[in-house]
């Protein structure tokens, strides 16, 4: 159908659904990163430890290679 003119509530949908598309695909791929950040956690036995000294941790980790990532 070449030559046909959407209105602009079809032009709104499709934005819409193209939106609602990409929210799924970036959960799913967050999903996948927290599994991977899981595995990893342990691999390394990190599951064996109390969650709020992991939380601790974590916390420092994260300030520290936020640091290194500036220099």
Do not use: P, W, Y
Not at 11 to 31: S, V
Not at 42 to 51: S, T, V, Y
């Amino acid at each position: 159908m070449a030559g046909v003119k959407k209105t602009l509530s079809e032009k709104e949908q499709t934005l819409h659904d193209i939106i609602n598309d990409a929210k799924k695909k970036l959960a799913k791929l967050q999903d996948k990163q927290k599994i991977k950040i899981g595995e990893l956690a342990c691999e390394h036995g990190l599951h064996h430890f109390d969650l709020d000294v992991l939380d601790e941790e974590f916390k420092k980790l994260a300030t520290s290679l936020k640091m290194k990532n500036r220099s």
